[in-house]
C-alpha cells in the first residue's frame, strides 16, 4: 500500500516532470532551426539516454515488446504525434508560448470525443461543462490575444490541429497498456525520429545545428523536457490519484506561460490571465472526467 509520504514523492516527480516539459516551449523559441528539424533532433539526441535507462533498469539493450502489434501502433501514434509537434513548433513563431502550449493541452476534450466516436466510449456525465468551460477559455484567449490584434490568429488556429494530432497520440497510446511506459516511450520516440526527416528535408531554413548555443539547447531540450520530462510523469502518474495526476500536469503551461513573461516579455493582460485560468480548470476537469473512464 502506498502511504501519504509516498503519494507526495509521486505527486512531486510528477509536477517535476510537466514542469520540466514546460520549458520545451522556451527551448523551442530559442532555435534558428526549422520546425521539424528542431524535432528530429529532440528525438534522435533522446535514443541515447533511453537505452542508458532501459540498461540501468533491466539489464539489457534490446526493448522487448508483448505483442508485436505495438510495432504498428507506436507507428501510427508517432506519426500523430509528429503531426501535433511540427504544427505547434512551427506555431510558436507565430502566437504566444502561453497560448500556444495551453491550446495544445486542450487534447483531453478531444481524447473524450475520438474514444466516442471509434470506440464507442461514452463521456462522463461532466464532459459536457468541461468541453464548454475549456473552449470558451480559448476563444477568449485568441481574442484577447496581441496576436490576433495583429492579424495573427492562424497560430492559435495551427494549435487547435495540433491539439488533434497530441490526442490521436495520446488515445493511441493508452490501449498499449501491457507494455511497458519505457518501451513505448522509446518506439515512439523512435519512429517520431524518423517521421520527421520527411518535412525536415522539404522545409527551407536551417536544418543543421551550426553554434554551441544551438547543440546546447537541443541537447537541453531532449534531455530535459523529452527524456526526463516524459520519464517523470510516467513514473509517477500510476501511483497517485487521478485528480493528484490532474493538478501536477497542469504545472506544464503553467510554467510555459510564466518562463515566457520574464524570458520573452509576453506579459498577459488581466482578460488573458482570465481565460488562462478558465480554460486550465476545463482542461483540469476533462482529465479528471477521462480517468473516470
Known amino acids: 500500500m502506498i502511504n501519504n509520504f509516498q503519494r507526495s514523492n509521486y505527486f512531486l516527480m510528477l509536477a517535476t516532470g510537466a514542469m520540466l516539459i514546460g520549458f520545451a516551449p ?67 513563431d507565430i502566437t504566444s508560448v502561453s497560448n500556444a502550449t495551453i491550446i495544445v493541452n486542450s487534447a483531453p476534450i478531444l481524447i473524450a470525443i475520438l474514444s466516442y466516436i471509434f470506440f464507442k466510449e461514452k463521456p462522463s456525465k461532466g464532459f459536457a461543462s468541461s468541453f464548454f468551460i475549456t473552449y470558451i477559455g480559448i476563444i477568449g484567449l485568441i ?42 516511450i522509446f518506439y515512439t520516440t523512435l519512429f517520431c525520429s524518423i ?36 520519464f517523470l510523469i510516467t513514473y509517477g502518474i500510476a501511483n497517485i490519484s487521478a485528480s493528484s495526476g490532474s493538478i501536477g500536469l497542469l504545472m506544464q503551461p503553467l510554467t510555459a506561460t510564466i518562463l515566457a513573461s520574464f524570458i520573452f516579455s509576453e506579459i498577459l493582460n488581466t482578460n488573458q490571465i482570465l481565460f488562462v485560468l478558465i480554460t486550465l480548470f476545463g482542461i483540469y476537469r476533462a482529465r479528471i472526467s477521462l480517468s473516470k473512464n
Request: hydrophobic share 55%; proline share 3%.
Open 143 to 184: 481574442i484577447f490575444s496581441n496576436n490576433y490584434l495583429n492579424g495573427k490568429i492562424l497560430g492559435d488556429i495551427l494549435c487547435l490541429f495540433a491539439a488533434l494530432g497530441y490526442a490521436v497520440y495520446l488515445l493511441i497510446i493508452s490501449k498499449l497498456g501491457k507494455e511497458t511506459a519505457l518501451n513505448i
Open 195 to 230: 517521421f520527421a526527416l520527411i518535412p525536415m528535408l522539404l522545409e527551407s531554413g536551417n536544418k543543421f545545428p551550426t553554434t554551441s548555443f544551438e547543440w546546447k539547447n537541443l541537447f537541453l531540450l531532449a534531455f530535459l523536457c523529452q527524456f526526463g520530462g516524459q
Open 26 to 92: 522556451i527551448f523551442v523559441k530559442w532555435s534558428e532551426l526549422s520546425p521539424s528539424s528542431i524535432m528530429f533532433y529532440r528525438m534522435v539526441f533522446t535514443l541515447p539516454f533511453l537505452f542508458i535507462l532501459n540498461f540501468y533498469l533491466n539489464k539489457k539493450i534490446s526493448f522487448s515488446l508483448k505483442n508485436k502489434k505495438t510495432i504498428f501502433y507506436s507507428a501510427i501514434a508517432s506519426m500523430a504525434f509528429t503531426f501535433d509537434l511540427v504544427l505547434w513548433h512551427y506555431a510558436m
